[in-house]
């Protein structure tokens, strides 16, 4: 099944009893039993719903995958894995990643005893010198929130192969539609379901993909014991806005190869963080496993100070000032006061994130309309002194 068939149709299944087409939103706590221990395969709705069991079967459909798990959030998510570890094991994760991941590793997980090395994923050299006996997981984002940096998984798979590990790759940034970490090697795929897979800024979601079932298990054992589990109304948002994807995606992708090209060219532009520029140090790697480079962009400008970035942000019409990313609206945001607060700042400007970073989700509008509103608030910041 081609791709654009499978979003429309993966985890949809008319209603037995109604022959409605969407897959109902079953708003329930708990079911009935025909006897102890009898029943219709639901018992619990934090261990099963019908709706959060369609979106799990169309998630790992679109991911190449045999199981899917969904989250309350991206980091519920994530929390879900690193449960998998133990005190005194070891992490290594990538230096430029969410700001939220790494409150996650370094505020609450570190305090249990999990170790994490932050280091350039790209250097393959780095991450070998890194593994020892108590590492157990390879946490990779790619591209990278919010440098764009690129991590070879293929590569980076052949290394967790090597030595035992588990790799999971936080396929946020890229979506199922334009990167599957889990036929490069991964052993599990990360999604915060809130960005491209819901696409509408509507719900809050996490997904977790995996091919191994005593993976899954462990991971649906903590799922439901923890409890970190998506209402059937945020399941039924996320798999609406999957239906959509497939189109989503091309146009995010064609949209942010127009803006990253006229910011490139623009004077007023000192760097633009793209990879599909020829010139990116990770545009081969993106190419060879990326069906296009995606409608995540970070610039900045050449009035480096903080008041121009300010104005500039400030100054955006159709490129609203908020948090998250990869809803058909256009985004812009200042990862060093938002998304990435958390990390401190010396960790952020050793990892090449200034102060004055500005970072966009180029939405699904007409192209033509976002470069005009950009030019004028880049003209706007120019005049800052």
């Known amino acids: 099944m081609k791709k654009h068939t499978q979003y429309i149709h993966a985890g949809s299944h008319p209603d037995p009893s109604t022959g409605a087409i969407m897959t109902p939103i079953y708003q329930t706590s708990t079911y009935v039993q025909e006897a102890p221990g009898v029943n219709k395969g639901f018992e619990y709705a934090r261990s ?8 799990e079967e169309a998630l790992a459909l679109i991911e190449e995958g045999a199981y899917g798990l969904a989250f309350s959030s991206g980091v519920a998510a994530t929390d879900a894995v690193i449960k998998l570890l133990k005190p005194g094991d070891e992490v290594i994760a990538g230096s430029d990643m969410y700001g939220g991941t790494y409150r996650l590793f370094s505020k609450v997980f570190a305090k249990f005893g999990i170790h994490f090395h932050y280091i350039d994923l790209s250097d393959l050299n780095s991450i070998e010198n890194h593994i020892n006996q108590q590492t157990k997981l390879i946490w990779v984002e790619t591209p990278t929130n919010p440098l764009m940096n690129i991590a070879d998984i293929e590569a980076i798979a052949a ?30 795929v990360m999604h915060s379901a809130t960005k491209y897979l819901g696409g509408h800024s509507d719900v809050i979601q996490g997904a977790l993909i995996v091919n191994d079932k005593a993976l899954r298990d462990e991971l649906y054992f903590i799922q439901k014991s923890c409890g970190a589990v998506p209402g059937p109304m945020d399941c039924f948002l996320v798999l609406r806005g999957i239906k959509t994807l497939g189109i989503r ?37 993106a190419k060879k496993q990326m069906k296009s480079f995606g409608g995540m962009i970070s610039f900045e ?14 100054s955006t019409k159709l490129f609203s000032l908020a948090e998250s990313l990869g809803g058909v609206e256009s985004l812009i945001n200042h990862p060093a006061s938002m998304t990435h607060a958390s990390i401190p700042r010396e960790e952020r400007i050793k990892n090449g994130l200034s102060d004055t970073l500005i970072r966009l989700s180029v939405g699904i509008e007409d192209p033509d309309d976002l470069i005009e509103d950009l030019k004028q608030a880049i003209q706007l910041a120019e005049k800052v002194k």
Not at 167 to 172: P, Q
Not at 259 to 282: C, N, R
């Open 48 to 55: 099963q719903n019908p709706t959060r069991q369609a979106l």
């Open 159 to 188: 290394i967790s192969k090597k030595h035992k590990l588990l790799l999971c790759v936080d396929n946020t940034f890229a979506s199922p539609a334009l990167q599957n970490p889990l036929t490069l090697g991964a052993d599990i």
């Open 249 to 285: 995606m091309d146009r995010h992708a064609s949209n942010g190869e127009v803006i990253a090209k006229f910011l490139q060219q623009h004077p007023a532009i000192k760097k633009v963080y793209w990879p599909g520029f020829t010139d990116h140090p990770g545009h081969a790697i």
């Open 301 to 314: 400008l050449k009035n480096d100070s903080i008041e121009a970035a300010r104005k500039l942000l400030s």
